[in-house]
């Protein structure tokens, strides 16, 4: 019989340990008050109501996460279960701006469509809390919650447009694929709480040696994580699911998903690979390493061959994921940092990108061939230039964000000595350049003689964000020193300690 | 120490060796005659009525899925109640929250149709 230990827990704890999860409340909160609107209201005002009470939270998650950052607030609450540090409130910001993107996307989109509007932004809203918490765990048990709830609100959101047969087909694929996932990671869960004795992040850290390299139950363990946590950041050979739930999703679930989970994923493959077991460094870099490489080429080769710009994305997605792991493989404060900084910047060119494809759908279905984007500098001279600056910055061209990205990722790549994997990513992303001009090369051919197949409707909406995302990605270039200053910071509780 | 396994695995080899044994011996003494009412799915002397491939209604599918979800969020209830005492206000505070939560997403199911039957 083991003695219950007492715990006090005071008031002020309390208060505290809620405030460092303040942006995780504040989403919370919107969620709740946005399902009870949704069943109160009459009918017509449900869904714009609702959208703006997810972006009222969304926007109040932001100025909370950014307060508590510039004042340094952060540190782990409920017995280290969840942290509030720099890292976590830098991914609570960008989760809240690519959530009020989303938002004002899916607004639109679902208008268009003629979907019901206010389900959709709630389901954002349950991701968004699940990215939130996948970002602040401090325990493998909350990485786990978090990975769950962000996965099934994914899940029914893309299976929304539950009539049409490619959107059915996205929700099995996805589900399928990814309850297979959730379950390699949870067993590599259960073994490295085998082999440690506890599930907290840092005391993984600290009872993990370079010693216990031999132990099978934590090799074991590092592999079936790596494996979940490869299909979750769609990391080849673990992508083959991307392309074809990417392309049958609904197109802002698509934007939405394309950036924010992998960021997400991102964050739980540094919380508990470079965090949590830095010490096995050498054990899973094999790992992730053969995947980084797999990843940029098969990413970048399939994406050539695409005739829909949705699957173009995906495998350009998979290539991305193929860059960024080489960052994490740096590790060390360059590398984190660099990560951080390309996931900033990676999340505005390429929801960018999807928002523009976006505006191409309208009641009879989705645009998304190639085909669909002829003239579209002509038709609407703004979105065709923001496509452009997005095509320019996801193939890396200065002074875009992209280029910023890659410079990072790829010095500190070298500098911590994956001279290797550098020159294939500089090599793969060459390749990339080919596709990502075919896009450039249909945006600015002279109009069709033959009527579009799309023409636009009330766009009012997609077209802010497209603008927003587009200055972020032309800002975020010159002021990539202050970016990485904050990635810096995001950084630091990482490599506390070691 | 593996050596400590030593009768398990005996053990277990002894049930293969019982049960293969059984089931040749049947296989082989048992005497075989195969006619038609043998043959029926279901043997004890019930003539099916209709075939067995036909459609049924998986109505109470969503009725199920709800109850489990509700069961599981359910079993929670009891660690909380075991260490009540602990946990003081602060506890009946967060168990509230936590109904709350769940009060939310039931009257979302009730209202949006979940709960009927046709």
């Known amino acids: 019989m083991i003695a219950a230990a007492q715990v006090t827990y005071t008031a002020a704890q309390a208060w505290s340990d809620l405030a460092q999860?303040?942006?995780?409340?504040?989403?919370?909160?919107?969620?709740?008050?946005?399902?009870?609107?949704?069943?109160?209201?009459?009918?017509?005002?449900?869904?714009?109501?609702?959208?703006?009470?997810?972006?009222v939270g969304l926007v109040s998650a932001l100025a909370i996460a950014a307060y508590r950052l510039v004042n340094g607030y952060g540190g782990p609450a409920y017995f280290r279960f969840v942290s509030g540090d720099a890292f976590a409130l830098f991914f609570e910001m960008l989760f809240a701006l690519i959530g009020v993107l989303a938002v004002i996307v899916s607004s639109s989109y679902v208008r268009r469509r003629g979907l019901y509007e206010a389900e959709l932004q709630v389901l954002t809203l349950a991701a968004i809390v699940g990215m939130m918490s996948l970002a602040a765990a401090g325990s493998l048990v909350t990485v786990f919650l978090g990975l769950e709830l962000l996965s099934i609100a994914l899940y029914v959101s893309c299976g929304y447009n539950r009539i049409e047969l490619p959107s059915q087909e996205s929700a099995a694929k996805y589900l399928i694929i990814g309850g297979f996932a959730s379950a390699f990671v949870l067993y590599g869960m259960a073994l490295i709480y085998g082999a440690t004795g506890t599930t907290v992040l840092s005391d993984i850290a600290t009872r993990v040696t370079s010693?216990?390299?031999?132990?099978?139950?934590?090799?074991?363990?590092?592999?079936?994580?790596?494996?979940?946590?490869?299909?979750?950041?769609?990391?080849?050979?673990?992508?083959?699911?991307?392309?074809?739930?990417?392309?049958?999703?609904?197109?802002?679930?698509?934007?939405?998903?394309?950036?924010?989970?992998?960021?997400?994923?991102?964050?739980?493959?540094?919380?508990?690979?470079?965090?949590?077991?830095?010490?096995?460094?050498?054990?899973?870099?094999?790992?992730?390493?053969?995947?980084?490489?797999?990843?940029?080429?098969?990413?970048?080769?399939?994406?050539?061959?695409?005739?829909?710009?949705?699957?173009?994305?995906?495998?350009?997605?998979?290539?991305?994921?193929?860059?960024?792991?080489?960052g994490v493989l740096a590790g060390g404060r360059a590398g984190v940092a660099a990560v951080l900084f390309y996931l900033f910047g990676y999340v505005f060119m390429n929801f960018g990108a999807f928002a523009v494809v976006s505006t191409l759908s309208g009641p009879a279905g989705d645009g998304d061939l190639y085909e669909d984007l002829n003239g579209l500098a002509y038709r609407n001279p703004t979105l065709g230039v923001l496509m452009s600056v997005f095509m320019l910055s996801l193939a890396g061209f200065p002074p875009m964000v992209g280029f910023f990205g890659k410079v990072f990722l790829f010095t500190a790549g070298i500098s911590a000595g994956w001279t290797w994997l550098v020159v294939l990513a500089v090599l793969t992303s060459?390749?990339?350049?080919?596709?990502?001009?075919?896009?450039?090369?249909?945006?600015?051919?002279?109009?069709?003689?033959?009527?579009?197949?799309?023409?636009?409707?009330?766009?009012?909406?997609?077209?802010?964000?497209?603008?927003?995302?587009?200055?972020?990605?032309?800002?975020?270039?010159?002021?990539?020193?202050?970016?990485?200053?904050?990635?810096?910071?995001?950084?630091?509780?990482?490599?506390?300690?070691r | 120490m593996l050596s400590d396994y030593a009768p398990l695995a005996i053990y277990a080899v002894i049930v293969l060796a019982v049960v293969g044994l059984m089931l040749t011996l049947s296989f082989v003494l048992a005497p075989v005659k195969r006619y038609r009412s043998k043959l029926l799915p279901y043997e004890s002397g019930i003539v099916p009525t209709d075939p067995a491939r036909k459609r049924m209604s998986v109505r109470f599918y969503l009725t199920a899925m709800l109850f489990i979800i509700f069961d599981v969020e359910a079993v929670f209830f009891y660690p909380w109640a075991v260490i009540l005492h602990q946990l003081r206000w602060y506890g009946v505070i967060e168990m509230f929250v936590f109904m709350l939560i769940l009060l939310v997403a039931l009257a979302h199911i009730w209202r949006k149709g979940g709960l009927e039957w046709e």
Request: proline residues 7%; positive net charge; glycine residues 10%.
């Open chain 1, 21 to 55: 999860i303040g942006p995780i409340v504040a989403v919370t909160v919107a969620l709740l008050v946005a399902v009870v609107v949704d069943l109160l209201l009459p009918r017509g005002l449900r869904g714009p109501v609702v959208t703006v009470i997810a972006i």
């Open chain 1, 211 to 326: 010693d216990s390299a031999g132990n099978p139950l934590l090799l074991l363990g590092v592999l079936l994580m790596g494996v979940g946590f490869a299909f979750k950041v769609s990391a080849a050979p673990f992508h083959m699911w991307t392309p074809d739930v990417y392309q049958g999703a609904p197109l802002p679930v698509t934007a939405f998903m394309s950036v924010a989970t992998k960021a997400a994923a991102f964050a739980m493959i540094l919380r508990v690979f470079n965090y949590g077991l830095g010490h096995l460094g050498p054990e899973w870099q094999v790992l992730l390493a053969f995947t980084a490489a797999a990843s940029m080429v098969v990413g970048n080769l399939m994406a050539i061959v695409q005739a829909s710009l949705k699957r173009m994305l995906a495998y350009s997605g998979v290539a991305h994921a193929g860059y960024i792991l080489v």
């Open chain 1, 430 to 497: 060459v390749v990339s350049v080919y596709y990502y001009f075919r896009v450039l090369f249909h945006v600015w051919s002279p109009l069709p003689e033959a009527p579009v197949r799309f023409a636009f409707g009330p766009v009012r909406g997609p077209v802010t964000v497209v603008l927003l995302a587009g200055v972020f990605a032309v800002a975020l270039g010159p002021l990539s020193g202050f970016l990485l200053q904050v990635g810096l910071n995001g950084a630091a509780p990482l490599l506390s300690g």
